[in-house]
């Protein structure tokens, strides 16, 4: 199928990356970890039961050697907080036997995602570094490794168009929403918009994250809506603080690639 909704809302939507990054935040129910998997997910707009996008981020390994066109899939199984699945529905939905995604292209060379795989096994501490100056957030050892846990159940190394030039960039992009409470703030800019907009989050003397209320709020990022053209790239990095279905953008900046942060800090090791 080629078209989704989402809670709380009547309209349908078009399944394209940008839609999604836009309506969810790339946030839970929406990405979800099922069966040591990451799954972008969303409402069928014809039978109400959930759907998996396929090749949303990274190509579809069901056939090594082809992808399908970025797609919905129903998701036959309930998905805890989105949709609970309704077989009868299901098979009476008209998207049940349609024939989206049948269109295939060939899927990048094994060898370069091995690549991926090396440098970031070689290389995590240069790459935690990079992530950090990126978001201007001092993430921890321990962070990073929460970090690198769900990129790696994204399969984001299949991601078309990563390689070592971009890799710090590319590895944020395909995480879902993260939370950073309790890192320590490093960029200037980002403080004052922490001082000036947050309702629930202060930066302390120590320049950490803190919460100011008693009650649970979330401080989270996103990077999203990828933009290339030529040899120039950027995406928009966003940072969201939340009390339940209170949502409020702190700070918002569109990004340029640096093609040659990672690949400096590692050149000559």
Same mark, same amino acid.
């Given at each position: ?23 969810? $935040? ?50 036959? @199984? ?24 049948? =269109? ?14 090396? &440098? ?8 935690? @570094?990079?992530? *950090? ?11 990073? /490794?929460?970090?690198?846990? *769900?990129?790696? *159940? ?5 991601? /078309? ?12 992009? =395909? =995480? ?9 703030? &490093? ?7 922490? $001082? ?5 989050? @202060? ?27 030529? $040899?120039? @790239? ?32 590692? *050149?000559?090791?």
């Amino acid at each position: 199928m080629d078209s989704f909704k989402i809670l709380n809302d009547n309209k349908t939507y078009k399944i394209t990356r940008e839609n999604f990054e836009k309506l969810t $935040d790339k946030k839970h129910p929406y990405c979800q970890v099922i069966r040591k998997r990451t799954r972008y997910l969303a409402i069928c707009p014809a039978c109400g039961n959930p759907i998996n996008f396929i090749g949303l981020y990274v190509k579809d390994q069901t056939d090594r050697k082809r992808k399908r066109a970025l797609h919905g899939r129903h998701f036959t @199984e309930n998905v805890p907080q989105l949709a609970d699945f309704d077989e009868y529905e299901y098979k009476d939905c008209p998207f049940h036997n349609d024939k989206a995604g049948k =269109l295939y292209t060939d899927i990048p060379g094994q060898k370069k995602n091995n690549e991926i795989v090396r &440098l970031i096994k070689t290389y995590p501490e240069e790459l935690r @570094e990079c992530i *950090s100056k990126i978001l201007g957030f001092d993430i921890s050892q321990s962070k990073f /490794e929460k970090l690198l846990t *769900s990129f790696v *159940s994204s399969r984001g190394y299949y991601f /078309e168009g990563i390689t070592k030039f971009n890799l710090p960039y590319y590895f944020l992009y =395909l =995480l879902p929403s993260e939370k950073l409470y309790k890192c320590k703030v &490093l960029d200037n800019d980002i403080e004052r918009a922490i $001082d000036q907009k947050c309702k629930y989050f @202060e930066v302390s003397k120590e320049k950490r994250l803190e919460k100011k209320v008693n009650e649970y709020v979330e401080f989270e990022f996103i990077l999203v809506e990828h933009i290339k053209k030529d $040899d120039f @790239e950027s995406i928009n990095y966003k940072l969201i603080e939340r009390k339940k279905e209170i949502r409020n953008l702190i700070f918002e900046k569109r990004l340029e690639i640096n093609h040659y942060l990672f690949v400096d800090m590692i *050149s000559g090791k």
